[in-house]
């Protein structure tokens, strides 16, 4: 398909810095010419890294780790510019997951990816298995804004330890332009193993186009279907890690002050632009009053800032300003819908001024009518819901289409074991919050409209590999009893091995022994 490739519908857009408002450059669209030129590069890549061992390629990857390590502020200036989130959120969790999944692959790769032994049934005597784990090819990585280095770095560190070259398209908003290629010629790393297009929706359309091994996307969900639709059209295996609307689940038995930071934290980290995000704070009606009075003095208490002046420089800042324009716009939207209908707005709910501070939000009283109810809130704004008992618990932390993550807080671990259970969603945490992704060897992704899909951990390898199942058998005068001819004896005789082996235990292996001596006789070439 390459060269039928739509063009871009602009040929440039601009970046800016979200606090300020400062321009900060302009990106050129690829046109077809380029987007081929691309995929010829990924494709010498992928023949280089597919010939290398998982240590090699571990070595390469390595590289990265050093240099990300040791350039860590320049990295976070360019994320906090693109962002505008807190310097320590950048360093917290963009830079240190990114340098985490590496040190965790350098120790697990090469035992995850091995060739693996698997048992042979008795019935087929004499042979071996196993599984090789290959690569794919290049593959495709879609990333989003909300973390644009983080949610690039990891699919394209697992893919690459696996064996595909990668082309990366990262958002329009945030495409932190060169920083990567910066990364990778420090780095000493092959340039053609990682290639950086930058461009918009069209551009990433234009590249699934090109027929990549596998699309993983991170990102919304209507864009997650567009994607999923038009990879359909070529078979291309995708990933789709999609948006939330978690629950926090809180019993009464807990211990509020701690809760309550942790619903802080998990709501308003990142300005609330989180996929797993602390959304809807369902609480244990004897509770529910105090903790809407702990978590109203707590918002109160963050160290926030309005207006267009730089804070880049401010390591004590706890809430940065919203990325995207539109999303401010979305997030006013829902607020003003809910009020409208009812809810209660206990602090924050409205900007001072015209610059995207959006302010940390508690809001109660909400209803199914109301889109905050349902709807991914992609801002600092968190919701509280009583519930009667655990059975309603339940219920109303699966009420949704989404299904990514949820926390559930309580003294009684058993409780907290059976709720987590009892959530339809791909990580929960217990008595914490956004955990599950703070550990490299958990694999992470969603249920229902949150996607589909995990990566991290082992099954992000297996996820960017071609499972390839091998069966050994040894060259011979003999073909098997089951080919050809098929006789009315070796009739009776299959159906009497199928029930020995069946049977199983010291009998039924015997009598398959027995059944297979008979069965000899048909090996004759
Ligand atoms: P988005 O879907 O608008 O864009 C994501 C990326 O996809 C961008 O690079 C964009 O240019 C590209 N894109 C959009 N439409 C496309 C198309 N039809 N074909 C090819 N490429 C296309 O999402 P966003 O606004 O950047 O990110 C916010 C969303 O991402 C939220 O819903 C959030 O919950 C979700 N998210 C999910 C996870 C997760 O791991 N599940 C993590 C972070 C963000």
């Known amino acids: 398909m390459a060269g039928t490739a739509s063009p871009p519908i602009s040929p440039s857009f601009e970046v800016t810095n979200p606090r300020t408002g400062a321009v900060l450059y302009t990106v050129d669209e690829p046109g077809p010419d380029d987007l081929a030129a691309?995929?010829?590069?990924?494709?010498?890549?992928?023949?280089?890294?597919?010939?290398?061992?998982?240590?090699e390629r571990l070595r390469e990857v390595g590289k990265l780790k050093t240099y990300i390590q040791e350039h860590k502020e320049t990295i976070v200036q360019r994320i906090v510019d693109e962002t505008g989130k807190p310097r320590i959120e950048a360093l917290m969790t963009e830079i240190f997951p990114t340098l985490d999944l590496i040190q965790y692959y350098e120790k697990s790769a090469v035992k995850i990816l091995r060739d693996q032994k698997m048992p042979t049934p008795l019935v087929m005597m004499g042979k071996k298995s196993k599984i090789y784990y290959e690569p794919l090819g290049p593959v495709l990585i879609i990333s989003?804004?909300?973390?644009?280095?983080?949610?690039?770095?990891?699919?394209?560190?697992?893919?690459?330890?696996a064996g595909n070259s990668v082309i990366a398209k990262p958002s329009e908003h945030t495409p932190l332009r060169g920083l990567i290629e910066e990364i990778m010629e420090g780095a000493g790393f092959p340039s053609e193993f990682i290639q950086v297009v930058y461009g918009a929706?069209?551009?990433?359309?234009?590249?699934?186009?090109h027929q990549p091994a596998k699309v993983f996307f991170t990102g919304s969900e209507a864009a997650g279907r567009a994607i999923m639709t038009q990879s359909a059209q070529y078979?291309?295996?995708?990933?789709?890690?999609?948006?939330?609307?978690?629950?926090?689940?809180?019993f009464d038995d807990?211990?509020?002050?701690?809760?309550?930071?942790?619903?802080?934290?998990?709501?308003?980290?990142?300005?609330?632009?989180?996929?797993?995000?602390?959304?809807?704070?369902?609480?244990?009606?004897?509770?529910?009053?105090?903790?809407?009075?702990?978590?109203?003095?707590?918002?109160?208490?963050?160290?926030?800032?309005?207006?267009?002046?730089?804070?880049?420089q401010d390591k004590s800042l706890?809430?940065?300003c919203m990325t995207a324009d539109f999303q401010v716009a979305k997030v006013e939207a829902q607020l003003a819908d809910a009020v409208a209908k009812g809810a209660v707005v206990h602090c924050g709910g409205k900007r001072s001024d015209d610059s995207n501070a959006f302010p940390p939000t508690l809001v109660s009283?909400?209803?199914?009518?109301?889109?905050?109810?349902?709807?991914?809130?992609?801002?600092?704004?968190?919701?509280?819901?009583p519930f009667t008992d655990e059975a309603e618990a339940v219920k109303l932390a699966n009420d949704g289409r989404y299904g990514l993550s949820a926390s559930v807080w309580s003294a009684d671990e058993e409780r907290a074991d059976r709720v987590a259970r009892n959530i339809v969603t791909g990580n929960v945490s217990i008595n914490n919050v956004l955990a599950t992704q703070g550990n490299s060897a958990l694999p992470f992704g969603g249920t229902k409209s949150s996607g589909m899909g995990r990566y991290k951990g082992p099954h992000g390898l297996y996820a960017f590999s071609n499972v390839?199942?091998?069966?050994?058998d040894k060259n011979s005068d003999k073909k098997e009893p089951i080919w050809y001819p098929y006789t009315e004896e070796k009739y009776g005789l299959i159906s009497a091995l199928i029930d020995a082996s069946i049977q199983g235990g010291l009998g039924g292996f015997l009598k398959t022994a027995k059944i297979g001596k008979k069965l000899e006789k048909f090996t004759k070439t």
């Open 38 to 55: 691309v995929y010829s590069r990924a494709r010498k890549g992928f023949e280089r890294l597919r010939a290398m061992t998982i240590a």
């Open 144 to 161: 989003p804004w909300n973390y644009p280095f983080n949610l690039s770095m990891t699919p394209i560190i697992t893919a690459i330890i």
């Open 201 to 209: 929706k069209e551009t990433g359309k234009a590249l699934i186009d």
């Open 235 to 250: 078979l291309i295996p995708v990933e789709l890690e999609l948006g939330g609307k978690d629950p926090m689940v809180v």
């Open 254 to 312: 807990v211990t509020l002050p701690r809760a309550v930071q942790g619903a802080l934290w998990g709501g308003i980290t990142n300005c609330g632009q989180t996929c797993t995000s602390v959304e809807r704070i369902l609480v244990h009606a004897p509770v529910v009053d105090a903790f809407i009075d702990q978590l109203k003095t707590a918002i109160e208490g963050l160290n926030t800032r309005d207006g267009h002046e730089d804070t880049a």
């Open 318 to 320: 706890d809430v940065g």
């Open 365 to 385: 009283n909400v209803d199914p009518s109301m889109d905050i109810y349902s709807e991914e809130t992609f801002g600092p704004v968190v919701t509280v819901v």
């Open 468 to 472: 390839k199942s091998i069966l050994i």
